[in-house]
């Protein structure tokens, strides 16, 4: 630790972060199982209902949860071209599908169905075997020490995983509720990655953007798509965040013109653009992996190193997997140190100041408490000022609050 300079960060945050992870998962999040009873017959129906669908295009029944069976349909029965060779055949995978979606309704339905398919199983269904029959709640493990950008995890049951953006998956969120007496209060970084991005590039734009309080993604349209700020739609704004948050993971043009349904042509003009209006992100990015090649290692703010023993693979696949990771380490990497730093300051406040109310969950850029009724007002300024003063950046860090008596109520 000495020799790598990691002292501090070891004494000062995982250390007494151990501790908060350690009552968080004592005091569990309380879980209404009727609620996940309902949402699990529910997705079963629509299971059935796509399920009959399916049977439709493709001209008959058959084990819609067989890779060989659904191969045949689509190849062999539809004559869709195939894409991925695989041991037993073609393969049917996320990716291929996403791909024949484009040309045929069955592929579509296929990914619908397996989407609610694992809901059903990973969460409605298994969460309920997960509540603790004295407690009534799930107590989750944190796991400090399985990312390599020091990002946390969490298992048995895995929470960072619930979707939030499909309407079932949001609907998982509902059977998480507070105790009589308390609400749920959720408090979100706005856009973390992409503030720790503006800090460590130094790009003008973007710390203008941040610090004037503007929408990002609205600002990276115009620039990306040289729009006056009026004539931004909601798609224009939708692609731009798409390309924001590429841009952080590593992506390829080849990945953006998946993710957006355009030709690799235009995905590469919408990336030359991006970097041609953020020329600063473009060398940093440029540095980062030149670094990252020759130290095998990046750090992050706090002084975190994140390891890529495989960035100078022979392998192309191998590698290209490790430079978008190196890519987006510092960013991960960065947001974690500081959601991380906030706990340990908010922990200590709330036992200091005696609260009742408790922080429960983290999933990602979140935090979220079990918040006394009468303590609301007092936690909300704690939990603002503790998260967007965590660290000193080129720009603010801002926090969003939510509150009900559920999490999605609250989120």
């Not at 879980?31 to 529910?42: H, M, N, R, T």
């Not at 670094?291 to 495989?310: H, M, N, Q, V, Y």
């Not at 983290?362 to 303590?375: I, N, P, R, W």
Request: net charge neutral; glycine share 6%; with cysteine.
């Amino acid at each position: 630790l000495k020799e790598s300079e990691l002292e501090k960060l070891y004494d000062a945050i995982e250390v007494p972060l151990s501790l908060v992870l350690a009552r968080m998962e004592m005091a569990g999040v309380k879980i209404d199982p009727k609620k996940l009873k309902a949402l699990g017959q529910e997705l079963q129906e629509k299971e059935a209902l796509i399920k009959k669908d399916i049977f439709k295009l493709s001209q008959g029944e058959f084990n819609v949860d067989s890779p060989r069976q659904l191969s045949e349909v689509l190849f062999q029965r539809l004559n869709l071209p195939t894409k991925k060779k695989i041991k037993t055949g073609f393969s049917t995978n996320a990716e291929v599908l996403a791909e024949l979606a484009a040309i045929h309704p069955l592929p579509q339905k296929i990914i619908d169905y397996r989407t609610l398919s694992k809901l059903r199983s990973t969460y409605t269904d298994a969460l309920i075997n997960m509540i603790d029959p004295v407690t009534g709640r799930i107590h989750t493990s944190y796991n400090q020490a399985i990312t390599s950008t020091g990002r946390l995890s969490s298992s048995e049951p895995n929470l960072q995983n619930i979707p939030a953006r499909a309407p079932e998956g949001r609907k998982i969120r509902e059977a998480f509720i507070a105790e009589k007496g308390f609400q749920l209060l959720s408090a979100d970084y706005s856009q973390i990655e992409l503030r720790v991005l503006a800090h460590l590039s130094g790009e003008p734009a973007l710390l203008a953007a941040f610090a004037q309080g503007e929408d990002i993604h609205r600002r990276t349209a115009m620039e990306v798509f040289g729009v006056n700020p009026d004539d931004v739609s909601a798609e224009l704004r939708r692609r731009a965040k798409v390309i924001n948050f590429g841009i952080l993971y590593g992506m390829s043009d080849f990945g953006l013109s998946q993710e957006l349904g355009i030709d690799h042509k235009e995905a590469r003009k919408y990336i030359d653009h991006y970097f041609e209006r953020y020329p600063k992100v473009r060398e940093f990015l440029d540095q980062l992996l030149k670094e990252a090649r020759e130290k095998l290692w990046i750090s992050t703010i706090l002084g975190r190193r994140c390891f890529f023993p495989d960035i100078n693979s022979q392998n192309q696949i191998v590698r290209k997997a490790a430079e978008r990771e190196a890519t987006n380490a510092p960013m991960q990497g960065g947001a974690a140190d500081i959601i991380k730093k906030a706990m340990v300051e908010i922990d200590r406040k709330l036992i200091g100041q005696k609260f009742r109310s408790r922080m429960i969950l983290q999933v990602h850029d979140e935090l979220v408490f079990e918040a006394a009724e009468d303590e609301l007002e007092p936690l909300k300024k704690l939990v603002t000022l503790e998260m967007e003063s965590a660290v000193s950046l080129k720009v603010p860090l801002k926090v969003e609050l939510g509150i009900g008596l559920n999490w999605l109520e609250a989120h």
